[in-house]
């Protein structure tokens, strides 16, 4: 069974920053690109920042700047490191990773719980 685990949210003052981290782990075989999402209540889930394999980045424009997203792949793990934050980064932050099983045919999306962060004004 794979689980992604998010960590590193919490509660931040604006203009602050907050590192957020996502591992993968069980019968994994490969993973492709890596992503992190979030959702503000009531709004739609938001690409965030997304990482290939070979370490190629892309954000939207509004974190573009302000948010780093980086990935290391002996661990299965990818990072975000958010500063400048503002209140409207405010929501649950998910990760995702594209993955190939063990025993798999093809590759799958599987997500993670979710981490809040909050930031006050």
């Known amino acids: 069974q794979v689980q992604l685990v998010e960590s590193g949210g919490g509660l931040v003052q604006a203009g602050g920053s907050l590192r957020l981290s996502c591992a993968a782990s069980g019968s994994i075989v490969n993973i492709n690109a890596m992503g992190w999402y979030r959702q503000a209540p009531g709004k739609q889930r938001e690409l965030v920042a997304r990482i290939t394999s070979a370490g190629t980045t892309n954000y939207p424009d509004s974190v573009k700047g302000r948010f780093t997203m980086s990935r290391d792949n002996a661990k299965n793990t990818v990072y975000l490191q958010m500063n400048s934050l503002k209140p409207e980064d405010t929501a649950v932050y998910y990760c995702?990773?594209?993955?190939?099983?063990?025993?798999?045919?093809?590759?799958?999306?599987?997500w993670g719980q979710g981490t809040q962060v909050t930031v006050s004004s």
């Open positions: 995702n990773a594209d993955l190939l099983e063990y025993k798999g045919i093809s590759y799958v999306r599987r």
